[in-house]
């Protein structure tokens, strides 16, 4: 039983400590794919 | 009496056919001519899924240079129609500008993933409640006519130890998050169908974003624990001669007899190695939805297998490729959906027979510790080696 909580506990941890991680790094697909800039596609370099 | 006649004729006839000649323009089909409009073979054969030459419908997207003037009589019209337009996007020819960076930006209409969207609406569905209904309704049957599988001999009241204190924390930390992410799966892939018709929009924008938060931050814990029972158990799953012996008695399910087994039988290492090679598929495929248009898994693949021969093996054509960026996602949702939907019927069946469906599993992750009987009847030879060398680990109750 003891095992299974603690399973509980650490699936708590590890989900929110993922996001937390994740959301700190700024990989979040708003944060990695746009630009301030408006600029035409071919342009995507600048 | 005859001029007012007279006038009166003249005009009908001007009248007449003035009207015939406005009624010529529209009966001037444009149908033959003009390359943008769908052909009837064309409409029959995207119907039927057939492949269309789209290549004069793709280039007519109109000519800036066709525009009339600024001055012109009704004002610049531009040199393309909204049909131009809305086919330049369809065909990638429009110059967009956007702030996206994403290779799928590029695409604003994606019609060759019409048929993923189908597939995902109808037969995506049917597969779901067929596999996982035929599963529960199998076991339901396997119930009524074997019966729960009891411990046939006199149960010593002693018990060895079957999984240490970690070994259960890897597993219970993979069960419980696979089947958190099994409802939440359900829940994105039946939600449309059942829940909005049940709960309403409202109530299901709710379920759905919650439902997908969950899904992608606890996925994590699946990969560790898939690790983890990967590292603690494969050497205990590794194929030998036992599990032929094994499988041809069909593990004593219905005669009765039990045929030697080491920790683990044929049965419980097939159900191992699903997890593994099936989890990992889910795992690798999830991780490319959770990062989209990072990882090109289909697009790889299909060349590779191209490259092979693999699909003129079974006689059909070369599998798409190169991919569109959506049509990578679309692959990876249907695959990630689909191996999920085969491992949660296979885990449906682990979960029947850790519990109700055998008598004394249950305590073999519950408390870590068998009845020695038990262990005799299902796990011979394990259970000679536990109790011939690891006597002091057993204990009277």
């Given amino acids: 039983m003891k095992a299974f909580l603690l399973a509980l506990v650490a699936l708590l941890v590890i989900t929110i400590g993922a996001n937390q991680i994740l959301l700190g790094i700024g990989f979040s697909i708003e944060e990695t794919t746009v630009s301030s800039k408006n600029v035409r596609l071919p342009d995507q370099n600048e | ?397």
Avoid at chain 2, 325 to 334: G, N, R, S, V
């Fill in chain 2, 1 to 397: 009496m005859h001029r007012i006649f007279a006038v009166f004729m003249v005009c009908l006839t001007c009248v007449t056919s003035v009207s015939a000649q406005v009624s010529d323009a529209p009966g001037q089909s444009t149908v033959e001519t003009n390359p943008a409009v769908s052909t009837l073979e064309d409409i029959m054969r995207r119907q039927e899924g057939l492949a269309v030459d789209e290549g004069d419908r793709a280039a007519s997207v109109g000519d800036p240079a066709n525009a009339q003037p600024a001055d012109g009589q009704l004002g610049t019209l531009g040199g393309a129609s909204d049909a131009d337009l809305w086919r330049a996007f369809r065909f990638n020819e429009a110059d967009i500008t956007t702030q996206a960076r994403v290779p799928a930006a590029t695409t604003l209409i994606q019609d060759g993933g019409m048929w993923w969207l189908k597939f995902r609406a109808g037969p995506m569905l049917q597969i779901g409640v067929y596999l996982l209904g035929g599963t529960l309704l199998a076991l339901m049957l396997f119930y009524l006519i074997r019966g729960r599988i009891r411990i046939h001999g006199e149960k010593t009241g002693r018990t060895i130890v079957r999984f240490t204190s970690f070994e259960r924390f890897g597993h219970w930390l993979l069960a419980t998050s696979f089947i958190v992410l099994g409802f939440t799966g359900l829940i994105s892939l039946f939600g449309r169908k059942v829940l909005i018709p049940a709960f309403g929009h409202e109530t299901f924008s709710f379920i759905a974003v919650s439902s997908k938060w969950v899904h992608n931050n606890i996925s994590w814990a699946f990969m560790v624990a898939l690790i983890i029972i990967f590292v603690f158990w494969v050497v205990h799953n590794i194929p030998d001669r036992t599990d032929l012996r094994w499988l041809a008695k069909a593990g004593g399910l219905f005669g009765g007899e039990h045929p030697p087994a080491k920790k683990f039988n044929a049965g419980q290492k097939l159900i191992f190695w699903a997890v593994i090679i099936l989890g990992g598929s889910i795992s690798v495929s999830g991780l490319s939805l959770l990062f989209p248009f990072e990882f090109n898994l289909f697009g790889h693949t299909f060349s590779l297998l191209n490259d092979w021969g693999v699909p003129g093996w079974f006689g059909a054509a070369d599998l798409p490729h190169p991919l569109e960026p959506q049509e990578e996602m679309q692959y990876a949702q249907l695959w990630h959906a689909l191996i999920s939907l085969v491992l949660t019927a296979i885990i449906i069946a682990h979960i029947y027979l850790g519990s109700v469906g055998m008598e004394g599993a249950f305590d073999a992750m519950g408390k870590g510790e068998v009845e020695e009987q038990w262990a005799r009847e299902h796990h011979s030879i394990w259970a000679e080696e536990m109790t011939g060398t690891q006597t002091s680990s057993k204990k009277e109750v």
